[in-house]
């Protein structure tokens, strides 16, 4: 009861806790949370790998919500990450299956584990956020354009999702009662909202130095046609890495690594340093 009350833990989580205790399948929520567990493990397993390092989190009916605070992250870590979750869950789904057919006797209590877990895990690809698919767009997009306007698109992704899931849950009235459709469009439009409960992933190298007296320092000579993202991937982890930004016109630019962060911030890492004004 302690732990529980150190978790920060999202409103729809209890809503899904209700709808298991309504529907009398409570035995299904605890497997549910057992899913959740795998599939969290698998993104912090390679969050940690990638040198990131969770800073917070909150329980969510989609998993932990190690939701990232976007612009600290390299656009190809972030899909590493994000599609980690799915895959461990995968993973865990066909280690279960192959015993199967050497312990056939374990299907009857293992094969609820398979369907909430394999469910968890193609609803969590849906390109919609705060979803792993989602995130998976929103990096990609974000090497094209602004973080922004990424997320905006996501937004209205995420509004066609809700609509054909209203329309499915009208469906299941009239057919087959399914409230979990109902469920899907709650998370979704959470999910378009801001919260304060965001977990945040950081770089552990990067953002965590401690700077002592006579620090090593590293410093990197550019030029105007190097990206953003080639100066994220520059930055030491062990050491102050300052960039020397050389212009076409001999003058030389001085670029911390708080500098590096906040350019990142708002504009997209394929962005070149001849198309910004300093």
Same mark, same amino acid.
């Given at each position: 009861m302690r732990l529980l009350k150190k978790i920060p *833990?999202? #409103? @729809?989580? +209890? $809503?899904? /806790?209700?709808?298991?205790v309504i529907t009398g399948q409570t035995y299904l929520f605890f497997i549910l949370i057992f899913c959740l567990l795998i599939h969290e493990m698998g993104h912090y397993l390679v969050a940690k790998k990638l040198k990131y390092? $969770? @800073? @917070? /989190? +909150?329980l969510a009916p989609y998993g932990v919500a190690l939701n990232y605070k976007d612009s600290k992250f390299l656009g190809k870590d972030e899909i590493k990450i994000a599609l980690a979750g799915p895959i461990a869950n995968i993973i865990f789904c066909v280690l279960i299956v192959a015993n199967w057919w050497i312990f056939p006797e374990i299907y009857f209590y293992t094969f609820q584990f398979v369907d909430l877990s394999l469910g $968890?895990? *193609?609803? =969590?690809?849906? #390109?919609?956020y705060p979803l792993d698919g989602g995130r998976v767009v929103v990096a990609f997009l974000s090497e094209k354009i602004s973080r922004k306007k990424a997320l905006r698109v996501v937004r209205v992704i995420n509004i066609l999702f809700c609509l054909v899931f209203a329309i499915c849950f009208i469906i299941t009235c009239f057919v087959d009662y399914n409230p979990t459709f109902a469920l899907m469009i709650v998370f979704l439009l959470g999910g378009m909202m801001e919260s304060k409960m965001e977990g945040e992933y950081q770089l552990t190298d990067i953002f965590k130095k401690k700077i002592k007296n006579f620090s090593a320092v590293k410093f990197l000579a550019i030029n105007e046609q190097t990206s953003l993202g080639e100066l994220m991937r520059g930055i030491d982890?062990?050491?102050?890495? *300052? /960039?020397?930004l050389v212009l076409d016109n001999g003058k030389t630019i001085i670029l911390t690594e708080k500098k590096v962060l906040s350019l990142c911030m708002k504009h997209p890492i394929t962005t070149k340093l =001849?198309? $910004?004004d300093f």
């Open positions: *833990i999202h #409103p @729809s989580f +209890y $809503l899904v /806790f209700a709808w298991f390092k $969770l @800073s @917070s /989190f +909150y $968890l895990a *193609i609803f =969590n690809l849906l #390109p919609a982890g062990a050491k102050l890495t *300052i /960039f020397c =001849n198309q $910004l």
